[in-house]
């Protein structure tokens, strides 16, 4: 109670840092109780609107929430349906009966589903299937239509274009606000891109240097995800890597392996 | 490499009696916080060893033998005697024992008695090495657990003093360069101290000494303490995936030497010191 | 020779002087740490890492995961099943170690994992597995300790929620004087060791390894003077996460452009 609400205010914080909570609502998975103390568990931002606290993680895993579109890949047939690497703690598991008849699926495919459940103890588990889940629970649908990265995005398999990594924490820098950074890079490559909420990406492309300028970008975005003027600067990293492009294109440069992938995080 | 161990489970029911009796202040053995369970120690059990004894406290049972050889020292310790101490355990004392070398808690255990008897100079090594350099007495002392009802440690410490106490080592004989042991004619141990080790488990933020097998399942963490009769402490181990407050550790520390004498008696009865 | 004259000489001035002046074989006073190092997120492949340096001890922690559990006979229906592996690399010492791990490798390990343990929200993660590598490249008294300290930091660095940080700091007694963080040479020498770990915010001890002989207030004295430098180490921790955070250029606070 001595300690004024300020909403807007966001504060670095390490593991068992105490947090100056006054918010009704608790995001119990950055925030942990103990002798009417509350400390964070992951280095990350604290901030406390709308009657809720929580930190927003600056390092770590994707922690999936039901709704959520992911990009996965395929990597078992078990019983029951297909064992999916979506970049979490364990595979989903898709189930036979949550994927179309029309799609042939195999080891290796790369999809795009839903989260249609979530439990810590039984996993995740996917669906895709345009219309409801059979397994999921009902409110799946309210997520799709809140950003615009997800809407009219069809579940299925992915045929074409690069998979790329982002680290999951740095995935809203990836977006931007009001999505104005995804759909800059979008603009600027001219492509289309699956956001998975996993921190999976498809570059809808076949060019391979387009795919080096888009991971070159990402681990950017990685590195300074927590600066000002980020937008800006990758708008402008683009134009130039683009024009600079069509030279290296003509003087016939091959790409070579993972080539600027590497450039650090 | 260490991985988080896959225990036996405590049914819901069984815990929340055992909890529900610890705020009474009673143990679900029917013993005090600080009491231990009955000690019973007897030497001399295995005529092959030149030390062997018996230790059982409550259930559990361990027994300890000590082989004793000639061997090259240790590069840095030339002037010393060597002591190798080793747990075994056996599959045949617990279900949740394999069989195979010693895994991490073997390890663990025979590392913690290894120390207590080196920090408090049980057996003063540095008086057996005859060619320093050279040759040097080597004492064995190899833990065999037989029956794991909880508090391993205690009870193996036990049984390894007590045979090491007891052990009758024979005397060396030099000529010139050539050292050999003369098996018919022995000693008693050389030694400076009596220690003994008194472990204590934190189970639902009580402190109970000489833990049972359910309160070691049980137990966020507990710490093992030696002390010694001169009022030392002498080895220290905190075992167990939990955490224990500064104000727990002194009052750890404070049952380890209120425990002693009832253990010391035990011992001194089994090895002829009383 | 010189040794021996220079440990004259270091107990005749003890003797004589106030205990402030005195000073420890590499002129430290007794409850003066070594320099010390820490940085976080230093390896490419592992989710979480961290690396430093305490005198001439050099270490380096990978954590990996959290994955699905291998073997699968060790996973945890209900809790994340942690590996931790501390290993001396063979250079790490004046003469080279067999690679395989020791006895005493094999127990740290374990002390290790438990510490940790005492930190991180296991039951967020059931039927998964983490693990966390600890290499010492150089040995150089309190290996365990750094150890302890740089997994947690790589454990944060790969955001596996914990009840605190981690960490962890010796103190022992060297001829007669209870001392701080305890070099190679003192480790050997001197009377008592105690390694010490803590949660630092939640006040926990979560590592306590003693061996050597101590007086009970000894005790209390030496675990006291490790606390307080767990204390001091702690800082650093924090401030090697926030220095990885402002990496990568940024001096610019976050700042409410997200959304």
């Known amino acids: 109670m001595s300690q004024p609400s300020t909403p807007s205010e966001r504060i670095l914080v390490v593991p068992g840092d105490q947090l100056p909570v006054t918010a009704a609502k608790i995001d119990h998975e950055t925030i942990f109780r103990e002798n009417e103390q509350y400390y964070s568990t992951v280095v990350g931002l604290f901030e406390q609107r709308q009657n809720r606290a929580n930190v927003v993680r600056l390092f770590g895993p994707y922690t999936p929430k039901v709704g959520d579109v992911v990009v996965g890949i395929i990597i078992d047939e078990v019983l029951l349906g297909w064992k999916v690497d979506i970049n979490a703690a364990r595979p989903a598991l898709l189930p036979f009966t949550n994927v179309p008849s029309r799609s042939k699926l195999s080891i290796g495919d790369v999809i795009v589903a839903e989260v249609a459940d979530y439990g810590v103890s039984r996993g995740v588990v996917l669906n895709m299937r345009e219309k409801r889940a059979r397994t999921g629970r009902r409110k799946t649908r309210r997520r799709q239509t809140k950003k615009t990265r997800t809407k009219g995005r069809r579940l299925g398999r992915v045929t074409r274009g690069f998979l790329v990594a982002i680290q999951p924490s740095k995935l809203p820098r990836l977006i931007g606000r009001g999505g104005s950074m995804i759909s800059a890079i979008k603009r600027g490559l001219n492509r289309d891109i699956i956001v998975g909420e996993n921190g999976y990406l498809v570059l809808r492309t076949e060019s391979l240097r387009k795919r080096q300028i888009f991971e070159r970008i990402i681990r950017i975005i990685e590195a300074q995800a927590h600066t000002t003027g980020l937008t800006e600067r990758v708008i402008k990293l683009l134009s130039e890597s683009l024009s600079s492009f069509s030279l290296e294109h003509s003087s016939g440069e091959s790409a070579t392996g993972r080539g600027s992938g590497g450039a650090s995080r | 490499m260490s991985l988080t161990p896959v225990l036996p489970r405590i049914n819901k029911l069984r815990e929340q009696e055992i909890r529900t009796a610890l705020r009474q202040g009673i143990r679900i053995d029917g013993r005090g916080f600080d009491e231990y369970r009955s000690i019973q120690v007897t030497t001399g059990v295995v005529s092959q060893a030149e030390g062997s004894a018996n230790a059982l406290i409550g259930g559990t049972r361990v027994m300890a033998g000590v082989k004793i050889g000639l061997a090259t020292p240790y590069s840095d310790q030339p002037n010393m005697g060597v002591l190798i101490v080793n747990a075994e355990f056996v599959p045949l004392a617990s279900p949740t024992f394999e069989p195979g070398p010693p895994d991490e808690n073997a390890i663990e255990l025979a590392r913690v008695i290894d120390r207590g008897i080196r920090s408090s100079k049980v057996i003063l090594l540095e008086e057996y090495a005859p060619l320093p350099g050279k040759r040097v007495y080597v004492f064995f002392i190899d833990i065999y657990v037989l029956d794991h009802l909880g508090n391993l440690l205690d009870t193996a410490a036990l049984a390894s003093i007590a045979a090491l106490y007891t052990a009758k080592i024979p005397k060396v004989e030099v000529v010139g360069d050539e050292v050999s042991l003369n098996r018919s004619v022995t000693e008693s141990i050389r030694t400076s101290a009596l220690p003994i080790t008194v472990t204590v488990a934190k189970v639902f933020d009580h402190l109970l000494v000489d833990p049972n097998l359910e309160e070691e399942l049980l137990a966020e963490a507990r710490i093992a303490i030696t002390t010694t009769e001169r009022d030392t402490i002498c080895a220290v181990q905190k075992m167990g995936s939990g955490a224990f407050t500064r104000q727990e550790i002194e009052e750890c520390v404070e049952l380890a030497f209120k425990c002693r004498p009832k253990i010391e008696e035990a011992l001194r009865l089994a090895i002829g010191h009383a | ?259």
């Not at chain 3, 107990?11 to 002129?27: F, I, K, N």
């Not at chain 3, 791990?101 to 993660?125: G, H, M, N, Q, W």
């Not at chain 3, 290499?135 to 009840?163: D, F, Q, Y």
């Not at chain 3, 061996?211 to 921790?237: N, V, W």
């Open chain 3, 1 to 259: 020779m010189n040794t021996v004259a220079a440990k004259v000489q270091q107990g005749g001035g003890a003797e004589g002087q106030a205990a402030e002046e005195w000073r420890r074989p590499d002129g430290r006073a007794a409850d003066e740490l070594r320099p010390l190092r820490l940085e976080v997120g230093v390896l490419e492949n592992a989710e979480g890492s961290a690396y430093g340096e305490q005198g001439r001890g050099k270490i380096l922690v990978a954590v990996y995961g959290p994955t699905e559990v291998h073997p699968r006979h060790m996973e945890h229906v209900d809790r994340l099943t942690m590996l931790c592996r501390y290993h001396m690399a063979p250079f790490s010492t004046e003469e080279r170690r067999r690679p395989q791990p020791t006895r005493r490798d094999i127990e740290l390990s374990k002390v290790i994992r438990e510490a940790l343990e005492a930190a991180v929200l296991t039951e967020r993660f059931p039927r998964s597995m983490l693990k966390i590598f600890i290499e010492v490249l150089e040995a150089a008294g309190g290996t365990r300790c750094l150890g302890i300290t740089l997994a947690s930091l790589a454990l944060a660095n790969a955001g596996i929620p914990m009840r605190d940080l981690v960490v962890g700091c010796a103190a022992g007694k060297y001829k007669g004087r209870i001392v701080l963080d305890l070099s190679e040479e003192e480790d050997k020498e001197g009377e008592a060791d105690m390694a010490v770990a803590i949660m630092p915010s939640l006040n926990r001890i979560v590592l306590l390894q003693m061996d050597g002989e101590l007086t009970r207030e000894e005790f209390f004295q030496a675990l006291d003077l490790a606390i307080e430098g767990c204390r001091r180490i702690h800082k650093m921790q924090v401030e090697a996460i926030k220095r990885k955070l402002q990496e990568g250029l940024a001096l610019t606070p976050p700042t409410e452009e997200k959304e």
